[in-house]
T-cell receptor
Framework: DVKVTQSSRYLVKRTGEKVFLECVQDMDHENMFWYRQDPGLGLRLIYFSYDVKMKEKGDIPEGYSVSREKKERFSLILESASTNQTSMYLC???????????FGPGTRLTVT | GENVEQHPSTLSVQEGDSAVIKCTYSDSASNYFPWYKQELGKRPQLIIDIRSNVGEKKDQRIAVTLNKTAKHFSLHITETQPEDSAVYFCGSSGSARQLTFGSGTQLTVLP
């Protein structure tokens, strides 16, 4: 059974803080993704990685960066959190060459 | 890039009735169309998907239809039950193999 975990379910940070969101998958998946979910906007792709050390910008990368030092771990970094980054953040992974993505439980981030 | 539009944004049906959710996509090269269900407070989970070489796919009470010419696809849920209440997202994956999601439909099944 695929397991994708995220470091926190809820997180409250102050404006200007550096924020790290961690995602870990235990199924040796090559591809990993970060989305943010907002009401009425669905899931929007922030960054993705098809392999270790590799990263690509998604549709809304501004204000975010990522790190993939190990295959199982994909981190999303908010260099200087802003209130408009208050959102639900979802991580997903999949096998290279496959289509189905497996999602983590999400991190609800509030920036005050 | 790909654009996916999903309608309606909210849908209420009586238990036992059918529900239909529709999505349109823009990239004619898109070839994979999944539907995810997200129950309140839970992660999205794949419930059914279809590829561009197939027009219809069924799995018990749920079905997806695809019209490549018109670039739209639909989710059909028959004999709805209260546990079908959730947010449903459609997705489209094109030549870049990244999923673009619709904005979601909140389905409420009334007992």
């Amino acid at each position: 059974d695929v397991k994708v975990t995220q470091s926190s379910r809820y997180l409250v940070k102050r404006t200007g803080e550096k924020v790290f969101l961690e995602c870990v998958q235990d199924m040796d998946h090559e591809n990993m993704f970060w989305y943010r979910q907002d009401p009425g906007l669905g899931l929007r792709l922030i960054y993705f990685s098809y392999d270790v050390k590799m990263k690509e910008k998604g549709d809304i990368p501004e204000g975010y960066s990522v790190s993939r030092e190990k295959k199982e771990r994909f981190s999303l970094i908010l260099e200087s959190a802003s209130t408009n980054q208050t959102s639900m953040y979802l991580c997903a992974s999949r096998v290279a060459g496959d289509d189905e993505q497996y999602f983590g439980p999400g991190t609800r981030l509030t920036v005050t | 890039g790909e654009n996916v539009e999903q309608h309606p944004s909210t849908l209420s049906v009586q238990e036992g009735d059918s529900a239909v959710i529709k999505c349109t996509y823009s990239d004619s090269a898109s070839n994979y169309f999944p539907w995810y269900k997200q129950e309140l407070g839970k992660r999205p989970q794949l419930i059914i998907d279809i590829r561009s070489n197939v027009g219809e796919k069924k799995d018990q009470r749920i079905a997806v239809t695809l019209n490549k010419t018109a670039k739209h696809f639909s989710l059909h849920i028959t004999e709805t039950q209260p546990e079908d209440s959730a947010v449903y997202f459609c997705g489209s994956s094109g030549s870049a193999r990244q999923l673009t999601f619709g904005s979601g439909t909140q389905l409420t099944v009334l007992p």
